[in-house]
C-alpha cells in the first residue's frame, strides 16, 4: 500500500514539473523493493534538472546517471545535473549569417533603372551576332537519299550493305556568296545517338594511349577480341563505327585539295593517342562497322578516327572532315564526288554535307543573337510597364526603418525580444 501511494506521488510530482517546464517527455516508470528507475525519451536539446525526495532510500537513474538520499533529513542531497553530447553548433555571426550583408531595397526606380541597363546592354549584342552570323556562309546538301540508284529506292538498306553494289555519287554545289579561304568541310549525321552510354564505354583509354595497354579491352565487348582472342587495336563501338563516306571536290575540272592538317584537337593527338600504338586487328571481323584504318600510322595520326572519337552531346551532330584552302567564289559550281558507304538507313538516319566558312563567334549560328534581342526587348518592355504602372498608379512605400536590419545595424538579433 505504501509502495503505491508512493508511485502516485512521484507520477503526480513529474506531470507538474513536465506542464511547468513545457517539455515534451515520455516517462516509464518501475518499481522495484527500494528502488525506482527513471526511463525517459527526451525530444528537446534542453535537459533540465529536478529535484525528487522520497521518504525511503530510493535510487533514481536518469540517462546513466544516478542520485542517492537517505530518510534521516527527508530528502536527499542535491545532485548535478547529467552531461549530454550536443549537437549544437557553436555560436557564430558567420554560420548564423549575421555578418554584415548588402540588403538593397528594390525600389520601382530600381527596378526599372536595371530592366532599362539590361535591355541597352543586351539589344546590341544580339545585333552583333546577328551581324557576324550572317556573314558566315554556309551550303549544306543532304545526300543519303539522292546517292541511292533508282533501283535501289525501295530497297536502300540492301544497297548499302551489299558489297557489289556501286557506291560512287556525284553532287553539284553552288556557291551563294563568296567564301573566302579556309572553307571548312563537315558532315553532318541525324538520329545517330553518340551519347548512348554503352556506346561511349564501348572504348579502352588506357589501350589508345600506349602500346603496354594494348590487351586492356574489358570495355570494349563486343569488339574486344577477334575469333583467336587475338585483342582489336582501337577496340570498342565507337572506333569500329568510324565513319567512311569519303569526299572529293573539282572546281572547274580542277580538283581542289582538301586538308586534314590540325582538324583534331592537339592535346587529343599529344595525350590520349599514342603515338607507339599501331592499328591492330581492326575491322577483320565478319560484321564491318565503318571505316579501315591504315595499319602503318600510328592512332595519334589518324586524324579523322581522333575526330570521331570525340563524342557528340546530341543526337544530331557535324565532325570536322577537311579544310579548303582557297577562295570560293559567288556563283561557282563545285562538284562533289561521294563514296556512299556509311549505313545510316538501317535506323532512319541522315546524311548531310556542309561547306562554311567561320566568323568570330564560330559557325553560322543566328539563336545566340537572337536570345540576347529576346532577352534585351523583354527588359525594356518590362521597364515601359512598370513605369506607367507606377506613374498612373503609385503606391506609397513602407518606412525602410522598420526592417529588421535597421533596427539591429550589427545583425545580431535580439533574444530578448
Keep these: 500500500m505504501k509502495n503505491r501511494k508512493k508511485e502516485s506521488k512521484l507520477k503526480k510530482k513529474i506531470l507538474k514539473k513536465q506542464k511547468s517546464t513545457r517539455e515534451k517527455k515520455i516517462y516509464y516508470l518501475t518499481y522495484t523493493t527500494q528502488k525506482i528507475t527513471l526511463k525517459h525519451t527526451y525530444y528537446y536539446s534542453v535537459v533540465p534538472f529536478f529535484e525528487l525526495k522520497f521518504s525511503s532510500p530510493v535510487v533514481v537513474k ?180 568510324l565513319f567512311n563516306d569519303t569526299y572529293g571536290f573539282s572546281l572547274k575540272n580542277k580538283a581542289l585539295d582538301v586538308s586534314k592538317k590540325n582538324i583534331a584537337w592537339k592535346s587529343d593527338q599529344d595525350y590520349k593517342f599514342g603515338s607507339d600504338v599501331y592499328p591492330k586487328n581492326f575491322q577483320s571481323g565478319g560484321l564491318i562497322g565503318g571505316a579501315k584504318l591504315n595499319s602503318s600510322i600510328p592512332l595519334s595520326e589518324q586524324v579523322d578516327l581522333i575526330v570521331w572519337m570525340r563524342t557528340a552531346a546530341l543526337s544530331t551532330f557535324r565532325k570536322l572532315y577537311g579544310r579548303i584552302e582557297v577562295d570560293l567564289e559567288a556563283n561557282d559550281i563545285i562538284t562533289v564526288t561521294i563514296q556512299n558507304n556509311y549505313n545510316t538507313y538501317s535506323f532512319g538516319g541522315k546524311k548531310k554535307l556542309v561547306l562554311s566558312t567561320t566568323s568570330w563567334i564560330g559557325g553560322k549560328n543566328d539563336f545566340l543573337g537572337r536570345a540576347y534581342l529576346t532577352v534585351g526587348g523583354l527588359c525594356l518592355f518590362l521597364a515601359v510597364s512598370f513605369l506607367l504602372v507606377y506613374v498612373i498608379k503609385p503606391r506609397p512605400l513602407g518606412d525602410p526603418a522598420y526592417l529588421s536590419w535597421n533596427k539591429n545595424p550589427t545583425g545580431q538579433m535580439s533574444w530578448n525580444s
Design 62 to 241: 536518469m540517462r546513466g546517471a544516478t542520485s542517492s538520499g537517505g530518510s534521516g533529513d527527508g530528502g536527499m542531497a542535491d545532485s548535478a545535473p547529467a552531461k549530454r553530447n550536443s549537437r549544437k553548433p557553436q555560436y557564430s555571426r558567420f554560420t548564423q549569417q549575421e555578418l554584415p550583408a548588402c540588403k538593397p531595397i528594390l525600389t520601382p526606380g530600381w527596378v526599372i533603372a536595371t530592366f532599362v541597363g539590361v535591355g541597352i546592354i543586351f539589344i546590341p549584342i544580339g545585333l552583333i551576332a546577328l551581324f557576324a552570323s550572317e556573314h558566315v556562309v554556309e551550303i549544306v546538301d543532304r545526300y543519303d537519299k539522292d546517292c541511292i540508284p533508282p533501283n535501289y529506292s525501295n530497297a536502300s538498306l540492301q544497297y548499302i550493305q551489299s558489297s557489289k553494289t556501286n557506291k560512287t555519287c556525284t553532287r553539284t554545289l553552288t556557291v551563294p556568296k563568296q567564301m573566302k579561304s579556309p572553307v571548312f568541310i563537315y558532315y553532318e549525321l541525324d538520329n545517330f545517338y553518340q551519347n548512348h552510354r554503352r556506346y561511349v564505354k564501348s572504348r579502352s583509354d588506357k589501350q589508345l594511349r600506349s602500346k603496354a595497354g594494348e590487351s586492356d579491352t574489358d570495355n570494349c565487348k563486343p569488339e574486344a577480341v577477334t575469333s583467336t582472342n587475338a585483342p582489336i587495336v582501337p577496340c570498342g563501338l565507337v572506333a569500329w563505327s
